[in-house]
């Protein structure tokens, strides 16, 4: 019988969700070419290790669908859509950075009334 070994994860501030699924941008891979650029950001703006460092993930569906791309940021339960790369330097900076969530690109907030 194999042996089943526990996973490892390296500590992380925050967790950035983002929906890659087919529906969720018009070409159907804006979501993916997201997630993509993401890695790139990431090592520029020093999220990708130390104290702040911020993990990411793809996911299928949101079941919020034609608004995309979409990201969720956890544990602060905000969601964005809609986000190009400028939107993601100033989410990157004022929300992942700061702690300060940008309202206007913001559709759901956990705990606000949307």
């Not at 969700?17 to 969720?24: F, K, S, W």
């Not at 159907?28 to 950001?41: A, F, P, S, V």
């Not at 339960?77 to 969530?101: A, C, F, M």
Request: with cysteine; net charge neutral.
């Amino acid at each position: 019988m194999t042996e089943v070994f526990k996973p490892t994860m390296m500590d992380y501030h925050r967790h950035l969700l983002v929906c890659v699924g087919a529906r969720c941008t018009e070409t159907g891979t804006g979501g993916q070419e997201l997630y993509d650029e993401i890695k790139i950001k990431f090592k520029q703006f020093g999220l990708n290790a130390g104290a702040l460092r911020v993990k990411r993930s793809r996911v299928t569906c949101f079941g919020t669908c034609k608004a995309g791309p979409l990201l969720a940021v956890q544990p602060d339960g905000v969601w964005y859509y809609d986000v190009t790369s400028d939107k993601l330097d100033r989410i990157i900076q004022e929300h992942l950075i700061s702690g300060n969530p940008v309202t206007e690109f913001i559709y759901h907030q956990v705990g606000a009334n949307n």
